[in-house]
């Protein structure tokens, strides 16, 4: 870690650069320091996911020679478990990467939710691995592309419909062994999530998605458009006024806007004989 460090500050060269670089051994990381950015670098190794071996069996006389020399040798090793989330957040991206991206409105309506999950404080508690995989499984289910908006509408059906209190699950494509991607999830945060897609669906259905957004509503239309109207005859039981079931004179017929044809009207006066 200290090479790295070194390394790391001999990067800029001649250019003057005002950084700061930190060692966080617990985290396995490097923190390198800007008056406006911080970047974390953590180290890891696909290796640790594989199978350690069971040591072979030590004697008491070489334990207690060497106990020294393996607590000098455990010092050297970063920790297990901040290395293993950095593998998992690898397998992620490249998960996202693969199968999100190419997705009709999967990452517009990720970034929705995300900014929801910062309003709304039951949404909170939903890890955003959890949220991106929920995303791409309703949107793959659908099985031919849809806007947005029906994205949002089926996201919020399938919460409301309390398959995170009774379901199986969202399995986890990332992991070797079966893995659910809600199991941090509490019972009552799992309660907070559907009731509150629950009270998002109703104002979806009833055309207030600005609630849902958190924005305010937009102002009503100046000219609103009206149908397009077409002025419809009503089609005669029979041809000329007087005549019952006579034919209609070719010459006698008009057109309407409906494709009809019916027969003029006679409006010459009757002459008395």
């Not at 949404?123 to 929920?134: F, V």
């Given at each position: 870690?200290?090479?790295?460090?070194?390394?790391?500050?001999?990067?800029?060269?001649?250019?003057?650069?005002?950084?700061?670089?930190?060692?966080?051994?617990?985290?396995?990381?490097?923190?390198?320091?800007?008056?406006?950015?911080?970047?974390?670098?953590?180290?890891?190794?696909?290796?640790?996911?594989?199978?350690?071996?069971?040591?072979?069996?030590?004697?008491?006389?070489?334990?207690?020679?060497?106990?020294?020399?393996?607590?000098?040798?455990?010092?050297?090793?970063?920790?297990?478990?901040?290395?293993?989330?950095?593998?998992?957040?690898?397998?992620?991206?490249?998960?996202?990467?693969?199968?999100?991206?190419?997705?009709?409105?999967?990452?517009?309506?990720?970034?929705?939710?995300?900014?929801?999950?910062?309003?709304?404080?039951?949404?909170?508690?939903?890890?955003?691995?959890?949220?991106?995989?929920?995303?791409?499984?309703?949107?793959?289910?659908?099985?031919?592309?849809?806007?947005?908006?029906?994205?949002?509408?089926?996201?919020?059906?399938?919460?409301?419909?309390?398959?995170?209190?009774?379901?199986?699950?969202?399995?986890?494509?990332?992991?070797?062994?079966?893995?659910?991607?809600?199991?941090?999830?509490?019972?009552?945060?799992?309660?907070?999530?559907?009731?509150?897609?629950?009270?998002?669906?109703?104002?979806?259905?009833?055309?207030?998605?600005?609630?849902?957004?958190?924005?305010d509503q937009l102002p009503a239309?100046?000219?609103?458009?009206?149908?397009?109207?077409?002025?419809?005859?009503?089609?005669?039981?029979?041809?000329?006024?007087?005549?019952?079931?006579?034919?209609?004179?070719?010459?006698?017929?008009?057109?309407?806007?409906?494709?009809?044809?019916?027969?003029?009207?006679?409006?010459?006066?009757?002459?008395?004989?």
């Amino acid at each position: 870690m200290i090479l790295i460090k070194e390394s790391l500050l001999s990067v800029p060269g001649d250019t003057q650069v005002n950084y700061r670089v930190e060692v966080n051994a617990e985290e396995a990381s490097v923190i390198v320091l800007d008056e406006v950015v911080a970047v974390k670098i953590t180290l890891t190794s696909p290796l640790l996911r594989e199978t350690c071996e069971p040591a072979p069996a030590v004697k008491v006389e070489d334990a207690a020679s060497g106990s020294t020399d393996a607590t000098d040798a455990d010092l050297d090793f970063l920790p297990r478990e901040p290395c293993l989330r950095a593998l998992a957040d690898l397998r992620h991206a490249k998960w996202f990467q693969a199968r999100a991206t190419g997705l009709q409105s999967c990452v517009m309506v990720i970034r929705i939710l995300r900014d929801l999950c910062q309003r709304v404080s039951s949404w909170q508690s939903l890890p955003q691995w959890s949220l991106e995989l929920l995303v791409e499984k309703v949107i793959s289910s659908a099985g031919f592309p849809i806007s947005p908006g029906d994205c949002l509408r089926r996201i919020m059906e399938s919460l409301s419909s309390g398959f995170l209190i009774n379901g199986p699950g969202l399995l986890d494509p990332c992991e070797k062994d079966p893995t659910d991607a809600l199991q941090q999830l509490t019972k009552q945060e799992r309660e907070d999530l559907t009731v509150s897609s629950q009270l998002f669906l109703r104002y979806i259905a009833f055309r207030q998605m600005f609630k849902v957004l958190g924005m305010d509503q937009l102002p009503a239309m100046k000219y609103p458009i009206r149908p397009w109207r077409i002025n419809r005859k009503r089609r005669r039981s029979s041809g000329k006024a007087g005549t019952s079931g006579a034919e209609a004179d070719p010459a006698d017929i008009e057109e309407t806007g409906s494709d009809e044809k019916v027969a003029k009207k006679d409006i010459n006066p009757a002459v008395s004989g």
